[in-house]
Every structure is written in C-alpha cells, then in structure tokens.
C-alpha cells in the first residue's frame, strides 16, 4: 500500500472513531396493507396471510374480486384483518370520499396474494373495472404481486408481457414457485409461500423507516 492510500485509510478510521455509524429506527406507526385477493385456488392462503400481517401489527384492508368470494368468504378475511372487506365499489354508499380511494391514499402497500393472470392482465392495461384495480391506479404505494395459476398460463407470452409490463413500472413480484398445482398439472405457478411473502412485505413496508445515521 502507498503512503497515499495508508493516510485515506487512517483518516476515514478517525473519521469513524468520531462519528460511529449507528442504525436508528423511526418508531413506525401502524402501516396500512391492502390485500388484494383474487379468483384463485389458491385464494383460502390469503386467510393465513391477513393473520401473519395482523400479527406482524399492522392494519389490515382486505379488497377481493367478485370471482375471489367464490373460494374465500369475505367473512373469512373480515373476521381475521378485523376490518371491512371491499368487494364492490357499491359497498362505499355512506362515506362522501369513495372508500377506494381512501383506501388508496392510506395504503402503505398495496400486496395482491394471489393474484389470477385475469387481475394481472388487467394492471398491465390500466384497466379500473372493480376496486382492487382502480386502488392498483390510484395507490402511490409498493405494489406487490404474487400470482398462482397453471404453469402453461404463467408461461404464456401475453402473461410474461404483462408482467414485464408491470416489472418496468416499479412493481414487485414475489413467486410463483415450481410445484403440484391444483389444476393437476406440476409446475411453475404455485403461489410462494405465505410466511415468505408477509416477510418480503415486512421488508417493504420498513425499508424506509431504517436510517444510517
Ligand atoms: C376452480 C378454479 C380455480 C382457478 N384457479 C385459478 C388460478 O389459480 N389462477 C388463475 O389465474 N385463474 C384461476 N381460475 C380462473 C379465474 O377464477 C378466472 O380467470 C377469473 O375470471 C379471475 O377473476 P379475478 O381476477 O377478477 O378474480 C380458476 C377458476 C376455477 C373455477
């Protein structure tokens, strides 16, 4: 080592001597997660994943699609997020603010488990037909995904292009993963596993509260 790069190195060690870097947490306060849940098979998991965020102690806001109450029942999702379930923008009569949009501005993360290639295809396109999609475009929150379908609709080019789509502005997939599929079939298109994804959405909703000092 020249002399040069010796006294830089021995300088930034005084320098750390001086000011140590120390991680400090904000106290965060309780984060807002929409869950999103759509027709899928694998819709009954969004059951366990509502109760890991609640535990995780976070409130929880969960919005289903019309075909997502055909697996799930909204009671189900009511009783364990201990909130409303939104299933239509009618459910909204009372509030003079459209409860979807206030949805929207509160969430801290939008997280869409499971999502179907349907709602997929539709974030792709902007599309805004039942509340889970318009809070999609209306949100200014992270958005994370984690789709289940058979493995052939997953590996679909116009599924791939809409993921890509969705990728390139910013918004996050978690999965799927490789395994027996409800449809019969094995392969990629497993919803990840649920522990995994309330973790990945823990590291979302903290990741700006932890400073370096
Ligand atoms: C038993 C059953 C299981 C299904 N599972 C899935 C699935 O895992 N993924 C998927 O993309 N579509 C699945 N579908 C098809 C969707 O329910 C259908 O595309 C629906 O229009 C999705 O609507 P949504 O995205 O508005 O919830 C399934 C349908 C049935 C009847």
């Given at each position: 080592m020249d002399d040069m790069a010796a006294m830089e190195k021995?300088?930034?060690?005084?320098?750390?001597?001086?000011?140590p870097r120390?991680?400090?947490n904000i106290p965060a306060d309780r984060k807002s997660v929409v869950l999103g849940v759509t027709g899928s098979i694998a819709a009954y998991k969004s059951a366990e994943l509502a109760s890991l965020?609640?535990?995780q102690?976070?409130?929880?806001?969960?919005?289903m699609t019309h075909d997502a109450a055909e697996f799930i029942s909204p009671l189900t999702l009511q009783t364990l997020s201990k909130n409303p379930v939104m299933t239509s923008f009618f459910d909204e009569k009372e509030s003079w603010r459209p409860g979807h949009i206030g949805?929207?501005?509160r969430a801290n993360l939008l997280l869409i488990a499971p999502a179907t290639a349907h709602v997929i295809a539709e974030l792709a396109q902007g599309l805004a037909g039942h509340?889970?999609?318009a809070i999609a475009?209306?949100?200014?929150?992270p958005i994370l995904v984690a789709p289940a379908m058979n493995g052939k609709m997953w590996s679909h080019p116009a599924t791939q292009e809409n993921v890509e789509k969705l990728k390139a502005r910013g918004v996050e997939f978690i999965g799927p993963e490789e395994g027996m599929l409800a449809c019969g079939y094995e392969g990629l298109g497993r919803l990840w596993k649920v522990n995994e994804i309330?973790?990945?959405a823990e590291f979302l909703l903290t990741q700006h509260d932890t400073l370096i000092a």
């Open positions: 021995n300088f930034k060690r005084k320098l750390e001597r001086v000011r120390k991680v400090v965020l609640v535990k102690g976070h409130e929880v806001f969960a919005v949805l929207a501005d509340p889970l999609a475009l209306a949100t200014r929150a309330a973790f990945r």
